[in-house]
């Protein structure tokens, strides 16, 4: 199984500066034959479902604010949020969908 | 718009079985893959299971495997998880979710989610 680990577990942040989560898989999730790399992003609020921020490692979701990106390829992957805004606190998560099980990692807690 | 409602949870003993459904609609539920994903109290995301768009390939989680099953109708534009044997662990709140394609990619759409408690 491909394991996820993100750091770090918890994170707070100053309103307007840069938040960096990093996300790391044990297996390299770069599909040579269409060089995609298959990681998605979520941001998950208390009492809410999870909401897709970022696929194929850097493409974000329809509606997304453009302050969120997301870098990385191979096994290393970052998701930064370049100016915090209050709305952003959330837990976010990565997830590996190169092969199944589609293994989630553990969550960081963004804080302001 | 898009909308994905899960239904059926509820509080089991340990050992019981449980159907959860979920029902979706505005999209064309067949040309999507579907999921099952769940978060136990004070944990994290836990990928359940997976479906294709026509059912052809289906995939579970370890801790899963062998009890739980996953499975849609089409035609009702729904995707149900069966759940047996259910054990205390199995305790969460379980979210559909569709795919952005007919497999298994990034989740683009999801539920409000159902609690299950597996409790004596």
């Known amino acids: 199984d491909i394991v996820m680990t993100q750091s770090p577990d918890s994170l707070a942040v100053s309103l307007g500066e840069r938040a960096t989560i990093n996300c790391k898989s044990s297996?390299?999730?770069?599909?040579?034959?269409?060089?995609?790399?298959?990681l998605a992003w979520y941001q998950h609020k208390p009492g809410q479902p999870p909401k897709l921020l970022l696929y194929?490692?850097?493409t974000r979701e329809s509606g997304v604010p453009d302050r969120f990106s997301g870098s990385g390829s191979g096994t290393d992957f970052t998701l930064t949020i370049s100016s915090l805004q209050a709305e952003d606190v959330a837990v976010y998560y990565c997830?590996?969908?190169?092969?199944?099980?589609?293994?989630f990692g553990q969550g960081t807690n963004l804080e302001i | 718009q898009v909308q994905l409602v899960e239904s059926g949870g509820g509080v089991v003993q340990p050992g019981r079985s449980l159907r959860l459904s979920c029902a979706t609609s505005?999209?064309?539920?067949?040309?999507?893959?579907m999921h099952w994903v769940r978060q136990a109290p004070g944990k994290g995301l836990e990928w359940v299971t997976s479906?294709?768009?026509?059912?052809?390939?289906?995939y579970y989680a370890d801790s899963v495997k062998g009890r739980f099953t996953i499975s849609r109708d089409n035609a009702r534009n729904t995707v149900f998880l069966q759940m047996n044997n259910l054990r205390v662990d199995d305790t969460a709140v379980y979210y559909c979710?569709?795919?952005?394609?007919?497999?298994?990619?990034?989740?683009?759409?999801w539920g409000q989610g159902t609690l299950v408690i597996v409790s004596s």
């Open positions: 979710a569709k795919d952005r394609s007919l497999a298994a990619e990034a989740n683009d759409y």
């Open positions: 505005g999209f064309t539920f067949s040309d999507y893959g």
């Open positions: 479906i294709w768009y026509d059912g052809t390939n289906k």
């Open positions: 297996q390299n999730v770069l599909y040579s034959s269409d060089n995609k790399n298959y």
């Open positions: 194929w490692a850097s």
């Open positions: 997830q590996q969908y190169y092969t199944s099980p589609y293994t």
